[in-house]
């Protein structure tokens, strides 16, 4: 049966959440929580210990808990509550747990809108890459290798929110990626300045800002026989999310370009909350690579983030209420 209602709260928009325990902390700070209060929303907690039936009624449904029995709950009980907001579908969301099946988006919005693609200020494109599962034979492996050029970066195929699935690693030569544990995607690294360009996306929201990165490398390197490993340098504090004083005079990719690429994106992924990373040649200022995209990541780091969080809810509560 189908539960048509929405929750009743008198006036009150009511968000459920079910968030892992450090998502919780950085994302639901007290500022987020004062400021939305004072516009009518309110957060309750969902006891993933209890049926989600059981639970309600709400508006919507924000979640970030990874396990198969959670989303498997909330597929049907999206199913089953249409006038509920799920933000976001897992069976959307799932895409992005894979380095290569979240950067098949590129191509899907390439093909879909080759037109809105020639339009834009810039061109972007993903990486030569490839698949390293670890039961290649030597001669399929050679063959995979042969389409890139080094040094590449080595990257876990899965992301499952682990520490793990977000160390990489700079390999210069086919010799070190046998001290690599596959599967793994192997991805060309491509000089560019040592930063690179994080877009926020929150609905119809979307902010571009600066990050270091790798330095650039060059072909001396080619001998070394270790890979370098590495985390996500660019994940840094709140109190580092505004552009570094060393990375003010570094151009912002042009702005149009970015909304434009975002909201192309927002569609073929259907996803609401995301961000995704890119980088620009350093040969060409108008050739960008993406890179990762990133499901629900920590908008906490942007400053006045409630800012931007509340408008976003602010905008479901008006979209739920044209569901009614």
Not at 116 to 131: E, H, M, N, Y
Not at 296 to 319: C, N, Q, R
Request: glycine share 4%.
């Amino acid at each position: 049966m189908v539960d048509r209602r929405g929750g009743d709260h008198d006036g009150e928009f009511v968000i459920a959440y079910a968030l892992l325990e450090k998502k919780k902390h950085s994302f639901l700070q007290e500022s987020l929580l004062t400021q939305a209060e004072a516009v009518g929303i309110r957060f309750v907690p969902i006891d993933l210990q209890r049926p989600l039936t059981s639970q309600g009624p709400f508006h919507a449904i924000l979640h970030k808990h990874p396990s198969f029995s959670w989303e498997a709950q909330l597929t049907d009980y999206a199913a089953s509550h249409p006038h509920v907001l799920i933000v976001d579908p897992p069976q959307f969301i799932v895409r992005l747990r894979n380095r290569v099946s979240m950067l098949q988006a590129v191509a899907e919005l390439q093909n879909a809108s080759s037109s809105a693609f020639l339009s834009l200020d810039a061109s972007v494109q993903v990486p030569t890459q490839c698949v390293l599962h670890g039961g290649e034979s030597e001669e399929e492996r050679l063959a995979l290798l042969e389409r890139l050029h080094f040094p590449v970066i080595a990257k876990p195929l899965l992301v499952d929110g682990s520490a793990k699935s977000h160390v990489m690693s700079l390999a210069f030569n086919i010799q070190s990626l046998s001290k690599l544990k596959p599967p793994l995607v192997l991805q060309e690294f491509i000089n560019h300045g040592g930063v690179i360009f994080k877009v926020y996306v929150a609905g119809e929201f979307v902010q571009c800002v600066r990050r270091k990165s790798l330095p650039d490398v060059s072909n001396t390197n080619g001998d070394l026989l270790e890979p370098v490993s590495f985390c996500q340098i660019s994940n840094t504090s709140s109190t580092e999310y505004s552009d570094s004083p060393d990375l003010q005079d570094i151009e912002l990719p042009p702005a149009d370009f970015i909304v434009k690429f975002a909201a192309g994106l927002r569609k073929v992924l259907s996803l609401r909350l995301f961000n995704f990373d890119i980088i620009r040649d350093v040969q060409s200022m108008n050739q960008y690579y993406i890179i990762d995209i990133n499901y629900f990541p920590g908008y906490s780091k942007m400053l006045h983030y409630e800012t931007v969080m509340i408008d976003f809810f602010l905008s479901l509560a008006k979209e739920q209420r044209s569901l009614m």
